[in-house]
């Protein structure tokens, strides 16, 4: 049985990367999982089912509240309840300042951070009904160091650990927990295309970056999405019920705070 077993789990940005490893973990710890995403999740929904869980998959922007309020109710009315929301899509930005368009930033703001507003919004009247809750959020070191060319991305990550610590305290006592994830470098498709424009910008090849930033990560590897999966798959547990409020690093040992 595993540790979310009758549990009833949403992950937003569930299609590839980070998202389908959570949502695939869930569904192996026994949850039934929505998977929630702009693109097509039928991948992500099958290796859930092939895990054995019962699955929604839907079209949603999470920038947009009347998308995720339909994708709710709709997950709400098959399921009767949702006890596991997982706030991980999100967007990637290397706008320099002076050239970062007003409609670029929002963009960026939207769906990083003001979504994880929208989604917590609509499903906190759920959980506290219910009495129960796990909200996770995902943030980014670049929520706790900066990286030039990054203003939208580390303003909008730093905004979710905010957001996290705020939500967690108010809605602490219904039951309810609510942490943000500071994952380090982890292999998804994000990743090879910052990496890609960083290695450019340099002058260097893509394995020549890799390795100069692995020589900056301790545990002496790049995270993979199973690594942040099994994470979320504990803060979703009953074994995390006292971890509240917090922005929880996991990147082998980059950054200390
Ligand atoms: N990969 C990393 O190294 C890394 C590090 C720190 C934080 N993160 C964060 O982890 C999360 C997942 O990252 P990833 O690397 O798996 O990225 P990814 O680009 O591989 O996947 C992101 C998913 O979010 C979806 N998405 C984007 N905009 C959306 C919208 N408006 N509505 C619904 N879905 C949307 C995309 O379609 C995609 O499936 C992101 O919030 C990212 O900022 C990633």
């Not at 219904?174 to 943000?180: E, L, M, Y």
């Not at 999966?229 to 074994?239: C, G, H, M, T």
């Amino acid at each position: 049985m595993g540790r979310s077993a009758g549990r009833t789990a949403v992950i937003t940005g569930a299609a590839q990367g980070i998202g389908q490893a959570i949502a695939l973990r869930l569904a192996q710890e026994g949850a039934r999982v929505a998977v929630l995403d702009l693109a097509d999740t039928n991948v992500t929904a099958g290796l859930c089912r092939a895990a054995g869980a019962e699955v929604l998959a839907r079209t949603v922007d999470v920038a947009q509240r009347g998308s995720i309020a339909a994708a709710v109710d709709e997950i709400a009315g098959a399921w009767g309840r949702i006890d596991i929301w997982v706030n991980n899509a999100g967007i990637f930005d290397d706008t320099p300042l002076e050239e970062l368009s007003e409609a670029r930033w929002d963009r960026v703001i939207d769906v990083n951070y003001k979504s994880m507003f929208l989604c917590c919004q609509l499903v906190a009247p759920l959980m506290k009904a219910q009495g129960w809750g796990r909200i996770v959020n995902l943030a980014s070191m670049a929520a706790k160091v900066a990286f030039p060319n990054e203003v939208a991305y580390c303003s909008s990550k730093s905004a979710v650990v905010g957001l996290t610590r705020a939500l967690a305290v108010e809605l602490g006592p219904a039951g309810i927990t609510v942490n943000a994830i500071c994952p380090g470098p982890i292999d998804t498709e994000m990743l090879a295309y910052t990496y890609q424009r960083l290695a450019d910008q340099n002058g260097i090849t893509l394995d020549a970056w890799r390795a100069r930033i692995l020589e900056t990560i301790p545990a002496g590897r790049y995270g993979q999405p199973a690594d942040v999966a099994a994470l979320v798959a504990f803060l979703a547990s009953e074994d995390a019920s006292f971890i509240n409020a917090q922005a929880i690093n996991i990147d082998g040992g980059m950054v200390f705070y």
